[in-house]
């Protein structure tokens, strides 16, 4: 392999979260269980949302949409790594790779988008109710979530054409269990300016922007709670978006783990680890979040659950 032709790049080595062999069997296990949980999770969430008329508004419109960017978010990564445990090869294509790191960017870019979404959707419901169904109309939940599609796709087209300049020398091991895109640009031989200033400028947008809307959106939100006068106006306020909270409490504070152990430890198993965190646990509690705290999708689930029965 010449080092400075990336065209020659075949494939990459994933060396996974463990090398240990005995280690294999469990991480199968475990990581398949969760991703099923996960999956199906999810699609629960997007069934009962769809066949209960009740659910048919723009909050829980946009809490299918997170549902099946969580599937298919947890579905970029999670196959390819059981399968290279399950059949002890370790390496993905260089297409392959840029793949995996294009979809990846793109569904948790929009992870964020729609959390921020959701915030706005709370704020303009608690602080003017009465103006709720006119502001959160069809048109603008779809050009919202339009919108997140687009801006997610582009800054992943971004990435990958970044990605497609850079040389590749004989060290294609990656310390991780998927295309991570830190890992693969330290990979490179050639120049990498551009893409690291790429993905800090990424951060920005889509981590810091849409988390401030959130702040922002939340401390209005508390501040209209407070002047309700009525413990129980207080908590039926409140309980409309705590389920909402929890999970991005959950989802920047995984994200933050990530960050700060890839920027404070040189052991990258460690940072792949926390990764696990993000790109698994995080979507897999998602779905039980929203459930367990939320009575309209309970009641949803119970009646979809109860459809399966009559059916069968």
């Known amino acids: 392999m010449e080092p400075g032709n990336h065209t020659e790049v075949l494939e990459f080595i994933l060396l996974g979260l463990s090398e240990v062999e005995e280690l294999q069997s469990l991480l199968l296990g475990l990581f398949l269980s969760m991703y099923l949980v996960t999956f199906i999770g999810n699609l629960l969430i997007i069934l009962a949302t769809i ?99 687009i801006l997610s796709g582009l800054d992943s087209l971004v990435h990958g054409l970044l990605l497609l300049q850079l040389s590749f020398c004989t ?43 959130i702040i922002f959106s939340y401390s209005r939100i508390v501040s209209s709670i407070l002047r309700i006068t009525s413990a129980r106006g207080k908590y039926e306020a409140f309980s409309t978006c705590g389920s909402h909270l929890s999970v991005v409490s959950l989802f920047y504070g995984t994200g933050l783990g990530v960050y700060l152990s890839s920027a404070t430890t040189q052991n990258s198993r460690a940072s792949a680890i926390a990764s696990g965190m993000y790109t698994i646990v995080t979507p897999m509690l998602n779905p039980f979040i929203y459930s367990l705290r939320n009575k309209d999708i309970k009641g949803a689930l119970k009646s979809l659950v109860g459809i399966v029965i009559l059916n069968e």
């Open 51 to 149: 066949t209960s008329s009740h659910l048919h508004t723009p909050m829980y419109f946009f809490l299918a949409n997170f549902s099946f960017v969580d599937i298919c978010f947890t579905s970029t990564t999670i196959p390819k790594m059981l399968l290279n445990i399950h059949t002890h090869n370790k390496t993905i294509t260089y297409q392959g790779c840029l793949s995996q790191m294009y979809f990846f960017i793109l569904f948790a870019e929009l992870d964020s988008f729609l959390l921020s979404i959701m915030a706005y959707d709370r704020f303009v419901a608690i602080c003017y109710p009465l103006h709720y169904t006119v502001i959160m109309n069809p048109r603008l939940c779809v050009l919202l979530l339009l919108l997140s599609w």
């Open 171 to 213: 060290n294609l091991e990656i310390p991780h269990f998927f295309c991570e895109i830190n890992q693969v640009i330290q990979l490179a031989c050639s120049d990498t300016l551009l893409s690291v200033i790429e993905m800090y400028f990424t951060t920005v947008v889509v981590a810091i922007i849409p988390l401030t809307g």
